[in-house]
Nanobody, 123 residues
Framework: QVQLVESGGGLVQAGGSLRLSCAAATSKTYAMGWFRQAPGKEREFVAAISWSGNYTYYGDSVKGRFTISRDNAKNTVYLQMDNLKPEDTAVHYC??????????????????WGQGTQVTVSS
């Protein structure tokens, strides 16, 4: 079992920034990433990063605004969110997996999920 603990969500005005953090209670993980879900919508892929940190992937709606990074010494992944928009309002979930896969964008690509942290962007 892998525990993921997210922090950093909150309320921010449009154009502002937030940084999410997610600490994994294990070092035996591979890729890590973030999904989000707004009320009444399906869960959406946000970003992912390989174990080495050399490869990053982003959903189309956040490209150029969000940056994912990781610190393997701390087993922690970060999501720097800049130029936030009201449509970014959602519960953001940290994910990781304990198997290798070349796919990132589907919920089934991940076997561990955090509890979620709320991000609210006011207009």
């Amino acid at each position: 079992q892998v525990q993921l603990v997210e922090s950093g969500g909150g309320l921010v005005q449009a154009g502002g920034s937030l940084r999410l953090s997610c600490a994994a209670a294990t070092s035996k993980t591979y890729a890590m990433g973030w999904f989000r879900q707004a009320p009444g919508k399906e869960r959406e892929f946000v970003a992912a990063i390989s174990w080495s940190g050399n490869y990053t992937y982003y959903g189309d709606s956040v490209k150029g605004r969000f940056t994912i990074s990781r610190d393997n010494a701390k087993n922690t992944v970060y999501l720097q969110m800049d130029n936030l928009k009201p449509e970014d309002t959602a519960v953001h979930y940290c994910v990781t997996r304990t198997f290798y896969s070349g796919s990132y964008q589907h919920t089934g690509d991940w076997n561990y999920w955090g509890q979620g942290t709320q991000v609210t962007v006011s207009s």
